[in-house]
Structure formats: C-alpha cells, structure tokens
C-alpha cells in the first residue's frame, strides 16, 4: 500500500502539473509553487453500490491542503483499490489498480488508458518499476502479472506460490527486482523480478498490510486478518509477533519519513502507533463514526500531520501527531489509499 | 379497444392452445410473430424516452424524428454501466441507418466520455464485451483517444472478442458459472442476440447464434410451463417462491409459448431480432409426455481465495414431468448469495407453485471467496444491494453444512452446522394455497398441489412459522417450517397423480417409508427406501450410496438426458428430439441437423 513512499517526492514542482491538468487553469509555476500540496485519494465506496447503479462517486479524488473539496480525477465509476505513482524526471505516470483493471495517466489525471485486459481481471494493487517505465507489477485475485513493455502484454509471475490471492505488493527500497507479495498463506518474496518467489514463513496468514521501515530497510513490518502485527528485524528471516493489537485485523501501515513513527490501523483497532520501530505499538485514537481505517498517511515533510481513510467516515486529518482530528471530507467513502499527488 | 389489449387477447388464446399441443413449424412462427408483436407493442407507442422504446421505434419506423429526440434525452446522462452498453448499441443498431447525424453523433460522443464499468460477474462480462465488440466494430481505425477506456477500436475490438471466445469455450467445456439463472438468463440471452443480430465478423455471428441455442435449450431442457426448474445458481426473492416473476419466465412466454403473457423491456432485444428458436428446442421445452431426468454439470464461480480450485464442478440432478420438477445441486457454496439448492415447482396454485427448503447461512468468509475486498466490511457492502443477504429468514443462499441426495423424484437433504455459526436453524417454505399440508402421526408432512403430492420427512422438530412475502397486505401466503437443530436434515417425495393414483395412496405409502437418521455432530446420516423401493444411504458431507452401489457424481457430463447431451471438455451439444438432431460444434463452429 505504501509503494510510493518507497521513493522521495518531488511535491511542488508536480502541484504545478496537476493544476493545470485538473482544474484546466492557467497557473503559473510561481502561483502553482505557492499552493498547498495536494492529496490523493483513492475512494471505493461500498460493493452494494458499484454495478448498473446510479453512483459515480468511486474513483480518485485530489485536494488542496487544508481544503476540504475533493475534485474527482478519474472519469466514472471505477471500484478503485490503490495507487501507483511513475516518477522519473519531468515524466510522471500515475496509476490506478481498480476493478476494471489497471488504469494510467500520463497527463495527471485528465485522461486515462486501461493497460490491462480481460486477463488480469481485477487488480487490487500497482507497483511500477522506478526505473523502468515500461515494467510494471500488479496484485489481483488471480496472481502477480508483470508487464516489460508498457501495459502491452502481461505475464503471470506464480512461481512458488501456493495460493493465487494476491492482496498487496511493495517493492523493496534498496533493490526493485526484490519485491515482497501477501498471498493466502504467507508473505512471499522474490529477488528477481517475480520470476521466482519463495515464502518467507511468517507464521501467520491472510497478510492484508506490508511495510518496509523507511530507514532501517531491514526491518519489515506485516498485518495480518485477526493476527496482529508481526515485525522482523531481520529482514524476513525472523517474525516477531508486535505488543499490541494482537488478534487484531490490520488494513494498513504506515511511517513517517525518518522512521519516527509508524502507523496501525484496521478493524474496528482506531489508528496506533509504535515509536520503538514497531515492536510496542500504543493505541492514538478511535473514532465511533466508523468501524475501520483503511488507509494512513503521514505528510513526508511534517511528521505531524497525519491523515486516516476511513471505511464510510471519509477522511481525517490530525496536525498534532495524532492528539487532534478534524473530518477532511470524503465522507461516505471507503478510503483505500491516500498519497501526496506530487 | 387499444392494438395492444387485441394482440393480448390474440395472445392469450394462442397461449392456452400452445398449453395443449405442440404446434407445427408455421403454427409456431406464426404464433410466435405475433408474441413478438405483442412485446413489442407496449413500446411502439410509449412517450417515455427509454432505449427500448427508442430501439423499437426506429425499428418499426415509428416516428424516427421522437425517435431521436428521445435519444438525445438519454444520451445526456448515462447510467448503468454495461446495463447501458447494450440497449444503447442495440438502439443505435436498429435506428443507425434512419437517425439523424445529430443523434448519430450523439452516440458516438458517448463511448468515449462514458466510461461504463465492467463488473464482476459473468452477465456482467458477457454484456460489457458483447457490447463493447458490436461497439468497435461500428467505429473501426479510431484511436484510444476516441474511446472511454483510451484503447484503440481494434485492441477494443480483438479484448472482447477473445473474452467472448474464452467464455464460450469454459461454458462448453466445464459449463457456466452463473448457471441456470432465472432472473440473470435475460443478461446472456441479450448479449448473445446482439451479435446474432448485428456483429459483422461472421465467426462472431455464429457464435452468437450457435449461444442463443445453447442457452435456450440448456432452460428448455429444465422447463415447465414457463418456469425454470431446478437449482439455480442465482435467484431474487420473491422469484424465488413466486417462480414465474423471474425474467426468463417471460422468455419462456415469448419462445416456448408458455408462461404468462409479458411486455418486459428485457424482452424487447429477442422481439426484434430475426433470431427464430430451432424446433427441436421447442420441442425440448414443451414435449413433458414422459418424465425424465436432466443430469448437468455446471462451474463454481471464480474463487479467488479459501479454495483449493479455481472452479469446483457443480452437479444438477432434475426429474421432470408434465406435473413438476424436482431438482438439486450437491450443496455447498456453489455461488454466493443467491444460491437456490434444491426446489420443487409445479404447475397447481399460481403464484406460489413451489415446495424448498435451505439453511439461511451467511458469513464473511463466503463472500472472501468471491470478492477481493476486505472480509470484515463485506457483509454490510454485500447487504447495501443484497439486501437479505444476512437475514436469517431469508429464502435464498447457500450453505457450507448443506448437502443433497437425490435420485428420480426423491431428494434426501443433510445438514450438519457448526455451532456458532450465523445462522442455527434451517427452514423449508411451504404455500399457504396447498390443497392439503397435512401433519401425519408417521412424522411425514404430506402436501397436495394439484395433482402433484410432495411429502417432507423432517429428521428433527420443528415448528411452523406464518409468513407474509413483503407485497401481501393480509392472510400470510406461505407457511416457513423452521428447525433449529444443528444437525438435521429431511427427506422429500415427489409424485404426481399419474405417477401413483390419489392422494390417499401416496400419503399411505408413505406411512410405510419412514427415513432412519443418525444425527451426532460429525456422524450425520440417513437411510431411506424409496416409494419405488430404491434403499438410499446418505452420510454427511459426501457419501451418497444407491441400492449399496456408491454414487460418484463426479463422473457427471456437462449435460445427459434423452434430449441433451454433452460430454466434459467436448466444445459440443447434441440436441436430439424423437427423429430431430441439432449438434452445436463450437469447436468447429457449425451446427450440424
């Protein structure tokens, strides 16, 4: 889920980019530099409402900071799962892992181009390459499919598995040929590029979060379906069950640029926090206006402003590390991921 | 009098003939045309603007310039996902050459700034692609910046067609997923007209042409006076216990001639079409003068996780006779929600002409294994549209504890439920319009529908409970049988006048066949001797044995029947009806006669 934190954002000179293309404005750089970030949303409301209706709500939503008006970026109703982010130069792609395959945009959100088929069915993760922009990794039901040349044709990367649900991918931040994958059972890694994975025994199944520390790489974090945390120090070889939040459901984690702080949540937990790295987790806060939180962000240049995606509560925002929290729109939503629109 | 009250009386006389006899090729088209004309007619001269009105106007030049306008109207703001995709083509299609460029434009700026989802399901599937190659095919060479989805006319084009390829060979290899749905039968039939009717690649004609065939006799074969028989993999409520609500009802009455009359815009496509049912299938469908036994083999839908196979095989076991219809699935999650295990439907006491029972189980769990989303929301997400998904009187859905047995018209159905789990009782639905619901000192609850009897063994107590289906104001329509032991089960007999003599008969036969159960957690069994004398043994979950000689269903070919036969992985249908033949070859993708 947190793929994109993997690598350093560039925010202000993407906000020019995005206002443009969004709100079709002239703005220049200068005013462009002078805006806020924006965030970005991906937002799945809930299954009941998805097929034949009348609700166009679903999709990608950007803001301003400290704005509560979402501006929808995508074009209609698309049961939306996560984000990508291909960032290379002045070149930037953005992707969306929906239920109608996987959706890019090169123009920041003005038009969007369905790279995938029939075959991938749903995909319910993306994780391009930051290398490469042509090689791309996605999480559906039915497996890892890999793309090496820009959507055209996708390969399905199995080897080693021993169940097909695949729910998340993150790619590992010191080498993008080892990636980390929550299958059924088990986590499973591969260190080339998914032409072999290999299961990393974490005692525990239903992985539903990953994260690698953003300074300590070694350190390797996993939720799991009413199993808590587990935490290896050692990259993989060792998984240690967190103190806190055990048998816990957990949808999310998340961590502040240096490592500070690392976030939890899931059903029904209210968002905790570990300052230890992940071992201790403390509980922050719970709001009765919805059951789970889906998605955290945490603001890469302030560590205090922390944002929660809520299932039907919208969106939250804290300025405070989490002592404090105001609605920041989106309610109704069920808010898969959120993201800095660099 | 309006045209449409004449070709209704018309209609209802042809009805009530096609009730009696099998007609003549010319009789059938005639009657035939004039069903047609009588869907159709509701729509000729309708003011609302909707695609179906549109699609028939311009069909039958009714005011072209209406026609257009109305197009406009609904051309604004569209809705519905591939629900839009294929009457909007199917509109654009039949007015294509008579609308104006205004109007002609209009659709075309629609596919590409409306970008309709694809969904989840097979029907889903099937229409979006349908529509989606009909689509690409109007508008060949434009570039993906003149399409919602940004891909080019031909990767649109070639996506779909492969797509329809692929499910067409699963269906005629391992059989449908979404099978035999009485409310999602209107889905295939209207995506498989609209390339019968309009794809201009002729390999795709024909495979359009060759699934309407595939699909109508695949419900002729399970037909009785226009209700599906059977278990279904899915079914609405109140469909469910009102049998001919279901939209394939309507099908039925616009092909078989059976049913009641229908002006359902589902309908609409197949009036329109020059589509024309084969004889052999009409013949399938309406020819009950001997009763028979419909075995199918059918697909689980995807599973994605908590499974060990992508798509377990489903077995169907249907007897069939001019009175009624028994028939099951093996049990178990087969398909989420809307699930109907097992049935008895009859031709006495319209609306309410069925006899079932189920275990109203719901969980997280079986949902995880048909969608990608998080387990713990996914209830209240499934109940927001399904909305008695988790209610525990409900009258649809499947169960991991459930299980059947069935052989000719006797069924032997086993329960053997976890404690804790949603749901702890099982229920049967009984009407409230039988003749007779008699409760026998023998244990036996003996029914008279008609001229069909049902008897209904329960293995455990149970109470009755009266129920009203939510559109009943007064006296309550059915009686629910509810049992609320965790390991339970029941034994139903089915027989009909003609089968047995009176009713008396049939309730002293069955004094003297009393089902023995064993019923411990874990040890669930029954053995049981027919009415015909047949000794059946059932041990929960899987152990079906028939006169000592073990039953394995597994051997099931995707259809076998005396009219239907198909074997696994074959790509092939035989049709045979007294000196008729039909083989669909998809392999080769002819029909042979």
């Known amino acids: 889920m947190n793929q994109i934190l993997a690598y350093p954002i560039c925010r202000l000179c993407l906000v020019a980019t995005l206002a443009f293309a969004v709100r079709g404005e002239t703005i220049n750089a200068e005013k462009a530099q002078q805006e806020s970030a924006r965030m970005f949303a991906a937002v799945l409301l809930i299954r009941g409402t998805a097929v034949g209706g009348n609700i166009g709500a679903y999709g990608v939503y950007v803001r301003n900071t400290g704005d509560s008006n979402w501006t929808k970026i995508t074009r209609s109703n698309v049961i939306s799962f996560g984000l990508g982010l291909f960032k290379q130069g002045t070149t930037r792609r953005h992707y969306l892992a929906a239920g109608n395959g996987l959706h890019r945009s090169t123009d920041a959100g003005q038009t969007w181009r369905v790279l995938t088929c029939w075959t991938t069915e749903e995909i319910l993760c993306v994780v391009p390459d930051p290398v490469d922009s042509a090689m791309i990794y996605v999480a559906t039901p039915f497996g890892v499919f890999k793309t090496t040349d820009d959507g055209i044709t996708w390969d399905r990367k199995m080897t080693g598995f021993k169940k097909w649900f695949i729910q998340r991918i993150i790619m590992d931040k010191r080498d993008r040929h080892t990636l980390y994958a929550a299958s059924e059972d088990d986590i499973y890694m591969t260190t080339n590029g998914g032409a072999q994975w290999s299961p990393m025994r974490v005692g525990a199944a239903e992985p539903l979060a990953l994260l690698q520390h953003p300074t300590k790489p070694n350190r390797l974090l996993a939720g799991f379906e009413e199993n808590g945390l587990r935490y290896s120090p050692d990259h993989g070889t060792t998984w240690i069950a967190a103190k806190g939040l055990s048998g816990s459901t957990i949808y999310t984690i998340s961590a502040s640029a240096d490592g500070t702080d690392l976030y939890a949540a899931g059903w029904k937990t209210g968002l905790w926090r570990s300052e230890d790295g992940g071992l201790v987790w403390n509980h922050v806060w719970s709001n009765p206006a919805f059951d789970a939180i889906y998605s955290i962000f945490v603001d890469p240049t302030d560590g205090q402003h922390v944002f929660v995606g809520s299932v039907g509560g919208g969106v939250y925002e804290s300025h405070d590390r989490g002592k404090t929290w105001r609605s920041a729109g989106l309610v109704g939503g069920q808010i898969k991921q959120i993201e800095l629109y660099p | ?593």
């Open chain 2, 1 to 593: 009098m309006k045209m449409s009250s004449i070709i209704l009386i018309n209609f209802l006389f042809l009805w009530n003939v096609s009730l009696s006899q099998q007609m003549s090729r010319e009789g059938y088209l005639k009657a035939y045309a004039d069903r047609a004309a009588y869907v159709t007619a509701a729509f000729d001269t309708a003011s609302n603007a909707s695609f179906n009105t549109i699609a028939t106007r311009y069909a039958h030049n009714s005011d072209i310039g209406l026609a257009d306008s109305m197009l406009l109207e609904v051309l604004k703001d569209p809705k519905g996902d591939m629900f839009w995709m294929f009457p909007c083509m199917n509109a654009y299609l039949q007015g294509k050459e008579k609308m104006s460029p205004a109007a002609k434009s209009a659709v075309r700026t629609a596919w590409k700034t409306y970008a309709p989802y694809r969904g989840d399901t097979e029907n889903h599937w099937a229409m979006y692609y349908a529509s989606l190659f009909i689509a690409a095919e109007q508008w060949p060479g434009l570039p993906g910046s003149e399409w919602y989805n940004g891909r080019s006319s031909d990767e649109n084009r070639m996506e779909a067609k492969e797509y329809i390829i692929h499910w067409i060979k699963v269906t005629t290899t391992i059989g449908q997923g979404e099978f035999d749905s009485p409310d999602y039968f209107p889905e295939y039939m209207n995506a498989m007209l609209l390339l019968a009717e309009f794809a201009q690649d002729p390999q795709m004609k024909q495979r359009g042409l060759m699934m309407l065939d595939y699909i109508l006799v695949d419900f002729a074969a399970e037909h009785l006076e226009g209700q599906y028989l059977g278990g279904f993999s899915r079914i609405y409520e109140p469909a469910v216990y009102k049998p001919l609500n279901s939209v394939a009802s309507a099908f039925a009455y616009l092909y078989f001639g059976t049913g009641q009359p229908s002006q359902t815009g589902w309908l609409t496509y197949a009036a329109l079409s020059s589509y024309r049912l084969p004889q052999i299938i009409y013949n399938i469908a309406t020819d009950r003068s001997r009763p028979y036994v419909e075995r199918e083999r059918k697909r689980v839908r995807n599973v994605i996780r908590f499974g060990e196979e992508k798509n377990p095989p489903v077995y169907k076991y249907t007897y069939i006779t001019k009175d009624y219809g028994i028939g099951s699935l093996q049990g178990g999650i087969l398909q989420p929600i809307q699930q109907h295990t097992w049935g008895v439907r009859y031709t006495y006491g319209y609306p309410y002409t069925t006899i079932f029972g189920l275990h109203p189980y719901y969980s997280s769990l079986e949902l995880g294994m048909f969608f990608p989303e998080e387990l713990k929301p996914l209830i209240a997400d499934v109940v927001a549209s399904k909305g008695t998904y988790n209610n525990p009187d409900k009258w649809t859905g499947s169960s991991p504890y459930e299980r059947t047995f069935q052989y000719l018209n006797t069924l032997v159905v086993l329960y053997d439920i976890a404690p804790g789990t949603s749901t702890g009782h099982i229920d049967g639905f009984f009407p409230a319009n039988l003749e007779q619901r008699l409760v026998d000192s023998s244990g036996w609850i003996i029914c008279k529908a008609g001229d069909t009897y049902v008897g209904w063994y329960p293995l455990q107590d149970y109470e009755w409970i009266a129920g009203k289906s939510p559109d009943q104001k007064e006296e309550n329509d059915f009686w629910r049988l509810r049992s609320h032991k965790l390991q339970n089960g029941y034994v139903i007999e089915v027989r009909s006048k003609s089968e047995i003599g009176s009713f008396e008969t049939f309730a002293g036969r069955l004094r003297s066949h009393v089902p023995k159960g064993v019923l411990s957690p874990g040890a669930v069994s029954v053995r049981y001797t027919t009415l015909d004398n047949e000794k059946m043994f059932f041990a929960f979950p899987d152990i079906r044995k028939l006169n000592g000689k073990t039953i394995d269903l597994s051997k099931t070919k995707l259809f076998d029947s005396p009219f239907l036969h198909a074997e696994v992985g074959s790509e092939m249908l035989s049709l045979t009806y007294k000196n008729l033949r039909r083989v669909l070859d998809f392999k080769n993708l002819r029909i042979v006669e």
